[in-house]
């Protein structure tokens, strides 16, 4: 009897993992770029300090930051903005990053509109990160724009929120 009992155990967590690696598990919007080779590489600076709008208007983190495709395939950006974040009101306010490409937000992944948690209250300061993906991009010039807004969460037509130091890198990549 505790021979067939181990049996059944072991069977039952063989089963278990089997069903676990063929199972196929529904993932929200993933995007995923295939294999890419990195071809260029733009990386920018900026330590102006900017107070932020409330939304939907935005300011321009950076000059528009133009970018070579080059001849041969479809290329991929992936662009990154990292900022210091201040005096965003936390729990009531929420700081957004916007990006574009060619000066629109279609097919810019996971989102245009990407929310940067922060808790900076006043006189604090923080970092948030913002990372997307455009692909399928023809050869050529393409430019990339990054702005920031603060969205007023609550309703109570105030806001408040600043970038600092910040940096952006963008990477073109091809599948060639």
Avoid at 22 to 28: G, K, P, R, S, Y
Avoid at 31 to 58: M, Q
Avoid at 103 to 111: I, Y
Avoid at 128 to 145: A, D, F, Q
Wanted: hydrophobic content about 40%; glycine content about 6%; overall charge neutral.
């Amino acid at each position: 009897m505790k021979n067939l009992v181990v049996k059944v155990a072991r069977l039952t967590v063989f089963a278990i993992a089997a069903l676990a690696l063929t199972t196929t598990f529904a993932v929200a919007q993933e995007n995923f770029s295939g294999n890419l080779a990195l071809k260029n590489t733009v990386i920018k600076t900026n330590s102006e300090i900017l107070a932020l709008p409330k939304a939907p208007s935005t300011v321009d983190a950076f000059s528009l930051t133009w970018v070579y495709c080059f001849p041969g395939a479809p290329c991929t950006l992936e662009f990154t903005m990292t900022s210091e974040l201040s005096d965003v009101s936390p729990g009531v306010d929420s700081l957004r990053y916007y990006a574009t490409v060619d000066g629109t937000p279609v097919d810019v992944l996971p989102t245009t509109n990407l929310g940067i948690n922060s808790t900076a209250k006043a006189g604090q300061m923080e970092s948030g990160t913002g990372t997307w993906m455009r692909r399928n991009l023809v050869p050529g010039w393409h430019y990339v724009r990054v702005s920031a807004t603060v969205n007023d969460t609550n309703s109570d037509g105030f806001v408040s929120g600043y970038i600092g130091d910040r940096s952006l890198v963008i990477r073109v990549y091809s599948a060639q």
